[in-house]
């Protein structure tokens, strides 16, 4: 059970061992203006008008759930999600029973918050329950309905998942496991993938084994997804560092029948589409050629299928190829015509749309994916170009041309989208992220450049500094830029002396930070030898 100690002295809530946020620099921390401007218009929803601290306390005053969103105003599939499920009408309703929070990464102190919520990836949405427990997290992709569903289960107050999950575990031994209709849902619409505690994936697969066998009859559309979920599951625990799959004959033929009973209700496919698009490739290993086919068939139905959403039929499309280079021992292998036909299709579609259309963001980013996926990098380059000079984020798209121009082997083109990128940025904590992808960039293609390499380093910690926002997602890239540069140096001795440098950059820097905050710790160990 995790009760998260937001302001101790205002929640009286026990912690989950996080540090509680200094108000002196975290107090500022508020929902982005631009949602601000919206929350009173009818058919929309409220988010609250204050800090995060205060939202936890009026939830505490009002007995009343918290909802928080966690996004970013460059993020794709959060266009997608504020035009698709923050416009449907159930889950407008569902939400005005909660006290709705919306926190921007780029938002001072919100990455701070994020490291106490165990947030990182954008788009997350969390349901906390009147007791300031988290409940549960939601994926993306659920049947639109579905959403509202998943914020009744506070409403009904429900157990957290986690103590679901334990429950389980428990009792799989004593062959008691007892689930409600409600409980299955919420175990099949959990964002696994996305839970700050992440568990084994064997016990993973156990609990949705157990769950899939014990959920009643009438939660026919979770079983299916349990059972997908639980295949999923199995077959990552059995897989090596290569990606190689030990399966026994006899695991590999009862997953082959799980998955047909799976695959005779188009229903339960339909409202699981997003998982199931993800199915495909994860579960190839186990796939006869029945249900190879079965699956082809699904996306291609389902990429055809012009009363979905165009983001809707690109992901599927895109899901049929990942599906087809799985199953295919020749990884370069051409894009048969009939594929080839539809990418063009839907990428005209895409090229087509409106861009004030609010869904065109993730359209479009969805479509450069899809041609990446199939090898048509020129293409996915060509696509992306001609929205540098007209998207609201285009730096979010120059960094997805330095991937594709690194792919083809142009690393000086590489290089200038990653400065291109990390120059167009905006927000602390997403500068930093941008400029961390211009120096690894640098020291992957251009290690040599040692003044380059300098020159980056000192600009982009400069951007951290400036912040002093070292947590969640600038922890982790401050992380990761360690290991790189480690790499980087091996033991060449010029390059040992830069780090020396850079560490002592860090190190001036470091001293600002408040002798309390755990980000002074995360700063004094970047770069640290053992003779420091």
Sequence with gaps: MKIYALLIALLALSGCGQPAPDAATEQT????????????????????????????????ADNKPVFLYWGAEWCPPCHELKAT?????????ASRQFVAVYLDGDTPGAQ????????????????????????????????????????????????????LAKRIRTELDQDAIALTEAECRMLAQHSWQQDPEP????????????????CPPTASQEKAALTVMQLQQQILAASDSEGNVNLADDARQLAAQQLSGVLKNPEGLRSNLYLFLDAGKSLAPVLTREQQAQFRTFYESMSDNSDSELFQRIQSLRALIGLNKALSTNQGADIHDDVLVRINALRANAEKMDRTDPKFHATINATGNMLVESGQLTEAKELLSAEVSRSKYVYYFMGELADIEQKLGNAEAAIEWRRKAFDQARGPATR?????????????????????????????????????????????????????????????????????????????????????????????????????
């Design 432 to 532: 930093f992220q941008w400029g961390v992808n211009y120096l690894r960039t640098l020291l992957e293609l251009d290690a040599d450049n040692l003044d380059a390499v300098r020159s980056g380093f000192h600009e982009v910690f400069a951007e951290l500094a400036t912040s002093k926002s070292m947590y969640q997602r600038s922890r982790t890239r401050l992380q990761g830029l360690d290991q790189s540069l480690r790499d980087w140096a091996g033991d060449d001795s010029s390059r040992i002396a830069a780090l020396a440098e850079f560490r002592s950059t860090a190190q001036t820097h470091c001293k600002s930070l408040p002798a309390t905050e755990q980000a002074k710790n995360y700063c004094e160990s970047f770069l640290q030898t053992s003779e420091a």
């Design 112 to 163: 701070k918050y994020a490291e106490q919520f165990g947030v990182m990836g954008y788009p997350t949405l969390v349901v906390f329950n009147t007791r300031a427990e988290e409940l549960t997290r939601i994926p993306n992709g659920l049947d639109l309905g579905a959403y509202a569903n998943v914020l009744q289960y506070a409403l009904n107050d429900l157990q957290p998942i986690g103590a």
């Design 85 to 93: 499920v923050f416009q449907e009408p159930s889950f407008i309703q």
């Design 199 to 214: 568990m084994d994936p064997g016990v993973l697969s156990a609990v949705f084994s157990a769950a899939a066998v014990h």
């Design 29 to 60: 921390a508020r929902p982005v203006s631009a949602e601000q401007t919206v929350q009173h218009k009818a058919g929309s929803i409220h988010w609250f008008d204050g800090s995060v601290e205060q939202a936890f306390a009026k939830a505490t």
